[in-house]
């Protein structure tokens, strides 16, 4: 940080609070904030005009400079939208201007990416592999869908996740779903059926994908949308279960 010169800029998220211990041990570059949350006094805003962060417009200091339209969902991606704009600004982009192009960006692979559709049963994949990312995931697309039932597939295969980091925040994080399922991979050491106990009787847990396929394609109904979660492939999991779908529609 210390090595920032003056003439940059810092662009900091006001909702991590442990920024501000990184920026007290020596920052000489001006700095802005930014956050979608409300409430916050931030240099960088949003004002949310659908609840799912789809559509929003940009405040400055309490001054609008453009309106985002775009297909992503989430606060977290309005977060990263304000923070690409403010970044954009002290390059000399005109707000409106980069706001205008971020209702051009189709997003990325793996990030509330739609695998498929059968028989009204949505099947999305996500990278999100750690309780923040997990809530902030589906609280978006909670706001989607409204009362629609969200089925959180999820395997805890990062390496913290694996050493049981985030554990205690987990069950929690899964709060917005309406079942839930994990896959437990063979070298996790940690009791995964215990947050599983935790979230309640709509949680499940197996250690075959195979088997997790063939359960949830049986289980799904017309109008679910089904969050699957893994920082890696999921042992194909998402077109298992989408062959399967088709196959019982086929049926």
């Known amino acids: 940080m210390r090595m920032i010169p003056a003439s940059g800029r810092v662009l900091c998220n006001a909702a991590e609070p442990h920024l501000d211990e990184v920026l007290e041990m020596g920052c000489w570059t001006p700095r802005e904030s930014f956050s979608a949350r409300s409430g916050m006094a931030t240099d960088w805003s949003a004002s949310l005009e659908s609840a799912d962060g789809s559509v929003f417009s940009v ?118 779903a309406d079942r839930v399922w994990f896959h437990r991979p063979a070298d996790l050491d940690w009791d995964l059926a215990a947050v599983a106990a935790e979230i309640g009787s709509q949680a499940g847990v197996t250690d075959d994908v195979d088997e997790l396929a063939a359960t949830l394609a049986a289980e799904l109904q017309p109008g679910d949308h089904v969050l699957i979660m893994s920082n890696g492939s999921f042992g194909g999991l998402h077109d298992k279960l989408l062959a399967a779908l088709g196959a019982r529609h086929a049926a």
């Open 59 to 176: 405040l400055f200091r309490g001054e609008t400079l453009g309106r985002v339209s775009w297909p992503l969902i989430g606060l977290h991606n309005v977060d990263n939208a304000l923070a690409a704009l403010a970044a954009a600004r002290h390059a000399g982009v005109d707000p409106a201007v980069a706001a205008a192009a971020l209702g051009e960006f189709r997003g990325v692979r793996r990030r509330m990416e739609v695998r498929g559709a059968v028989a009204g049963i949505t099947v999305y994949d996500d990278f999100a592999h750690h309780p923040t990312a997990i809530r902030s995931t589906l609280d978006g697309l909670r706001q989607r869908v409204g009362g629609a039932r969200i089925v959180a597939v999820l395997e805890p295969r990062s390496n913290t996740m694996k050493r049981g980091v985030h554990r205690g925040e987990l069950a929690a994080s899964l709060a917005q």
